[in-house]
């Protein structure tokens, strides 16, 4: 990757076989009809055949599970929406690393655990494509990591800006990644991914 002109240029044509997997918050809660419809009914098919192709190659999976301190939140630590998702449990001694702000960097020890392990690229699917999969590639980005996020295997809910509009739950995602896509990280789809991988 290198920059031009203050724009990231991403020219990805294999990714790094040290690559870590970072799973965001794919816990139930995440399905609460008070989040509003969500787009991409499959990303968790996708974010399963990634998980799948990792581990059977050995390669380094972690999970990020969001611990909800707000009062309603379906992902508060005493709620069943708190658990991650059965589709992508973590198994044997793969990490689930705890946090409680939406990058998965703050107040977690996801740092030191990747330059321990001199991880330096990372591909990133999860929950939600706008809000804590953005702000972690945004983070690993700024850290020094070189980024992908794998549109397919993200999502969003539709959302109501500061002025009453609505926009719809696709339309929010296309847009995170939109912000994204040269600049913080590379967006590519599972099967791209698998290919590269």
Not at 123 to 142: E, K, P, Y
Not at 181 to 190: G, R, V
Request: charged letters at 20%.
């Amino acid at each position: 990757m290198a920059r031009k002109n203050s724009v990231r240029t991403v020219i990805l044509t294999t990714i790094d076989e040290g690559a870590a997997l970072i799973i965001i918050d794919v816990q139930v809660g995440m399905d609460d009809p008070s989040l509003r419809e969500r787009n991409n009914p499959l990303a968790e098919q996708n974010m399963a055949r990634l998980l799948a192709h990792w581990r059977e190659r050995g390669r380094p999976v972690i999970h990020i599970q969001h611990m909800s301190t707000e009062p309603h939140s379906p992902l508060r630590p005493e709620l069943p929406g708190n658990a991650i998702k059965a589709i992508v449990a973590p198994l044997g001694s793969e990490p689930v690393i705890q946090k409680q702000v939406n990058s998965a960097f703050i107040g977690t020890d996801l740092d030191a655990r990747l330059r321990d392990a001199q991880i330096k690229a990372l591909v990133i699917v999860g929950l939600t494509t706008n809000h804590c999969v953005s702000t972690t590639a945004r983070m690993a980005d700024n850290l020094g990591y070189d980024a992908v996020v794998v549109a397919d295997a993200t999502a969003a809910h539709a959302l109501h800006s500061y002025d009453g509009t609505r926009y719809a739950a696709e339309t929010v995602h296309q847009l995170a990644l939109a912000n994204l896509h040269q600049e913080f990280a590379a967006i590519l789809t599972t099967d791209q991914v698998m290919e590269r991988a």
